[in-house]
Nanobody, 123 residues
Framework: VQLQASGGGLVQAGGSLRLSCAAS????????TGWFRQAPGKEREFVAA????????DYADSVKGRFTISRDNAKNTVFLQMNSLKPEDTAVYYC?????????????????WGQGTQVTVSS
């Protein structure tokens, strides 16, 4: 499967962005999908994940209540709605997919990665 992340940009603190992760190749409903982010000089970290059906989600503590992950399997796309953005959310955001049925929070659990989209939040 190939993943294409989009929707990043520059936004002021308190603003919103919606990221999209479009899958091609095998149908996206086969995969559990996650969002990760990497800020300059830091390791890539887990943000959110959703299982294949969309019935189960998980979030990093730092984004709970502000970010929402969802999916539209008919469109082979996973979304990350980001509200109340903070400067510390600034990073390159990556979507990733795994064939397992369970949600995972470690980067090593995901075998497929998109190219990343830059999110910059100004104070």
């Amino acid at each position: 499967v190939q993943l294409q992340a989009s929707g990043g940009g520059l936004v002021q603190a308190g603003g919103s962005l919606r990221l999209s992760c479009a899958a091609s190749g095998r149908t996206s409903s086969t995969y559990t999908t996650g969002w990760f982010r990497q800020a300059p000089g830091k390791e890539r970290e887990f943000v959110a994940a959703i299982n294949r059906s969309g019935g189960s989600t998980d979030y990093a503590d730092s984004v709970k209540g502000r970010f929402t992950i969802s999916r539209d399997n008919a469109k082979n796309t996973v979304f990350l709605q980001m509200n109340s953005l903070k400067p510390e959310d600034t990073a390159v955001y990556y979507c990733a997919a795994r064939t397992g049925t369970l949600i995972a929070t470690s980067t090593s659990a995901y075998g497929y990665w998109g190219q990343g989209t830059q999110v910059t939040v100004s104070s």
